[in-house]
DNA sequence: GACACCATCCCCCTGTTTGTGGGATTGGTT
DNA sequence: AACCAATCCCACAAACAGGGGGATGGTGTC
């Protein structure tokens, strides 16, 4: 049945809740190839533990005592950049699964999510996947959607317009964009007011905040 | 072995190789459950049958003849925007994948994904989730990460420099982010100061896109 | 062909906002 | 004692925003 004899896959647990923690243990160490080789009740633990006992994966809960688990992903990451991280938290907000994505997070699980699937996601996550649940991914992929639409204000504009905008949002002073596009002074100041009326805004900041939100 | 005589799934295909066009479709008449109902091999094509037909899922190609796939999924979107539309292209470049999100794509595979896996993520989009191949789920994670980076560079602010950079970048007066902050209009510009220095910008603009970049 | 419309280009005037140079005081850390 | 975050003030110049105005050329429509 074991052909060539495997190594474990040595997990590190990060969760606060005892029972969890537990619970989790339990399933992973039941799941032939799976060895829980840290269990940490909070984020220091685990910043001091992780790097001295170098699991194959986390997994990190969010709701931590001190030390947020997304925070706790930055500081480990920072020193094991190659550390397959998964958050495996109830909060479906987001701006968690964001935070976590930019902190480095490898995966963001809910603590809902079936034994059978969470397994498959440390598989994922050790071959460079980015396992999400459906509802997570969705929301990623919302998050692009939203900027699409961002964009379809900033298609209205005309061509010389959108030139304008770009070099706005690069910080140039007006006088810098008129001698960039071969233009006078008074021209890019009328084009600034079209891009005005065009994004509803009324200053430089505002508009350039649409243009890069785009 | 069919207890319930499920419908199949009705798919839509839209690719301009005819080879690839056929090769797809005998693939997923092969597979129970599934049926073509559209074969297009562009996007004009698509836009009139596929609102007629109502497929159950549109699978589309980027590189097509005059309009490409990704601005089809707008105008397809536009009209159906509960239509599930599966990418399914040979570009692995960021940008193809995140404009496709943009656009309203349901998910983004490269062609020489298995055929198995092709299967799996029509059902996955059909289900609400956001197929992605491992390699284009890597680049919308590190997409996230790059943002984070730039964040250390905020981190050497002050509280109060923070909160003042932050409703910079939404576009508030001076005056306006005195009021919201109980400072007087000159603290607010020594913050605006400090910012700049640290940040090493000397414009509003200039600093916020510092600050929207992370 | 006349007319409307719009993108492109330019100018003036007025007021507000921002950027930069100097100050100052308080309270907490080192 | 030295330092620094946090708070406030003044003055001047540069940049920006909003209100006018007008000219050209191209694309349409009626």
Redesign the pocket.
């Known amino acids: 049945m074991t052909p060539q004899p495997l190594p474990n896959v040595r997990v590190a647990i990060v969760e606060d809740s005892s029972r969890l923690r537990e619970s989790l243990t339990e399933l992973l160490t039941a799941h032939p190839g799976f060895e829980v080789v840290c269990a940490c009740r909070d984020a220091e633990t685990a910043l001091t533990q992780i790097p001295k006992i170098l699991p194959d994966i986390v997994l990190m809960d969010i709701g931590l005592p001190r030390m947020s688990g997304i925070d706790c992903v930055r500081q480990l990451k920072a020193q094991l950049p190659s550390m397959p991280v998964l958050m495996l938290t109830v909060y479906d907000e987001g701006p968690f699964l964001f935070n976590s994505l930019k902190a480095g997070a490898n995966g963001y699980l809910l603590k809902r999510t079936a034994a059978e699937k969470l397994v498959e996601s440390i598989q994922e996550a050790r071959l460079g996947g980015v396992p999400l649940t459906r509802q997570m991914a969705g929301k990623v992929a919302e998050y692009f959607q939203q900027i699409g639409t961002i964009a379809a204000e900033v298609a209205t504009l005309?061509?010389?317009?959108r030139e304008t905008l770009e070099l706005l949002a690069e910080g140039f002073?007006?006088?810098e964009i008129a001698d960039k596009l071969g233009?006078?002074?008074?021209?890019v100041?009328?084009y600034?007011?079209n891009i005005?009326a065009k994004l509803h805004v009324?200053?430089?900041t505002e508009a350039v905040v649409k243009f890069l939100h785009q």
């Open positions: 005309t061509r010389r317009e002073l007006y006088k233009l006078s002074f008074e021209t100041r009328e600034v007011r005005y009324s200053s430089r």
